[in-house]
């Protein structure tokens, strides 16, 4: 498939099943509070009643705001269906989701400027750990371009471990669920009464939702990227993420701003800096080419070489330090 | 079902309920009822929100709270009382704090009984403000799809109501600028108005007119004008004429409509409706920025500035019949 055709299929597609996906959430998270639940198609009844809402607004130029940031959630999937450079991709991202914090301050009311500061704060969380991402995948493949990456030979996952529970942790992040929906949540719960999107109505409000559900598949796709080898194990295990996004969000009570940074930057340093770390250590040794690199033999490789290497000059020490 | 219909968005507000009605709004969210199985959200933001719930009767301090959540609900909208007190003030009705029901306030579309009204009794109640939400849409959207069948007639007392509601709402901008209280716009009463077609108002001076005005004045001196749309007035202005000069004043279109060429018609036939005229004259807020530029399009130049009070200072702008 060429990237034209992928980026056209992202484009037309990506709103449609990133509907289906938030309502299809908001039914398991019923199901699994004992309710019915809305119908599957609920979010498109939605987003169509608001584009016919009257939209009120405090300042005009807040609804620009929102429709660069559509506009760039759109480019930021677009480039990564392209098979473009991820950094560039997450750089598109935090463009946008710039944007959407500027809107939030544009309209200067109290509720949605907190909603835009935790955002922030949120946006800090998780870029160093979306950009450890990026650089895991790099130190594996060789490239930052996704088109090489989804074509690499080896499942990624066996090499990016802990890259991998990084970005889960980072997912929840950006998929505004439970333990960390600081800036705006989906539930009833009111106490900022709807912290960043406060202040939009009508078609910028449903601007902001067909943004977020661009976004969702960009990042199940980026879940995907993991397992791209296997492509039916791919996408089975971008499903069993959101399933467990939402499973996570229906079982944590939120977090205070403090601990979700904190928490974020922890797993960040552990996780993914730990990880890269190993990687670096094991991959100066063996510099052979990656495009030499036999398809199926690449995650044995990774599988066996770590946990030698990582235990090989620990012995050493440990008797020197015995002798003293 | 139309897309309004399966996405009913709730605000509840307690004007000064017993709390009866508030559990029993909150229970409809329970898996026992589960509204949201019919799409509702209870979103804590008029802005987001389709459908207002209100409980208890109204009292004097939730009286402004109760106008400001409506006026924050961005149209179409839907009044829901929900309970005796919300709709007539129920055993409260005669207390010394108590407004009475929520429509004292603002129009209220379903009214659901019950003391404490029952889930289920809410729900259809809901569910009957479903069908008022549809309607009001689709007269929304009759009015914007037939702006270009306006027709701008004379106004009469009768028209008092509606104008005045309008002005209030197109001088919204205006108060954001300079402030609530501020503007006489704003604060004009009923009677007031209706007075204004009858004799000359203090606002209808011409610049530098130091004389008293001339009352009673004859009714060809006194123009009204109305812009209707499917019934509807979206826009209105007067004109007084003393001596040659015509003086304009209260153009106002309802935001709906703005940028569409209301106003600058609206003008147009007040400048018709004086043919023996030979000056006309506007003034308007220095920092309204929208209408300065609005009426120099319309050919209009400044030429004074009083001080109306410390927030406001008038332009004066004027225009010769060419």
Redesign the interface.
Known sequence: MSPWTRLLIYLVAAPILGGLLAGWDRRITARMQSRQGPPILQPFYDVLKLWKKENVVVRRSQNYYIFFFLLFTVFTGGLFFAGADLLLVIFALTLAAIFFVLGAYKASSPYSFVGAERELIQMMAYEPMVLLTAIGMYMVTKSFHVHDIAGHGSLLIFALPGVFLGFLYTLEIKFRKSPFDLSCSHHAHQELVRGITTEFSGRSLAMIEIAHWYENVFLLAWVFLFFAAMPALGIVMSVAVFLFMIFVDNVFARLKWQAALKSAWAVTVVLGFGNILVLSLWSGKPAAPPAVVDAPSAPVMVETTTPKLAAQPLPATTTTDRRN | MS??A??P?LIHYDASSCNGCDIEVLAC???KF?V????V?????P??A?IFLVTGAVNEQSREVIRNIYH?L???KVVVAVGVCASSGGIFAECYNIAGGVDGVIPVDVYVPGCAARPEAIIDGVVQALDVLERK?KEMTALANSLDKALFQRATKADAPEILALQKIAYQSEAEIYGEDSLPAQQQTLAELEADFESVPDMAKPFGWDGPLPVPVGPAQIVFLKAVVNGKIIGSVRGYQLGDTVCLRRLSVHP?FWRRGIGRQLVRELEAAFPAAKRFEIFTGRESSRSLGHFRKLGYQEFATTQFNPKVTWVYMQKDRA
């Open positions: 897309r309004f399966k996405s968005w969210l329970t898996p589960d949201e199985r019919l799409g959200v209870n979103t804590g933001n802005k987001h389709d924050q961005p149209e179409p849409q709906y």
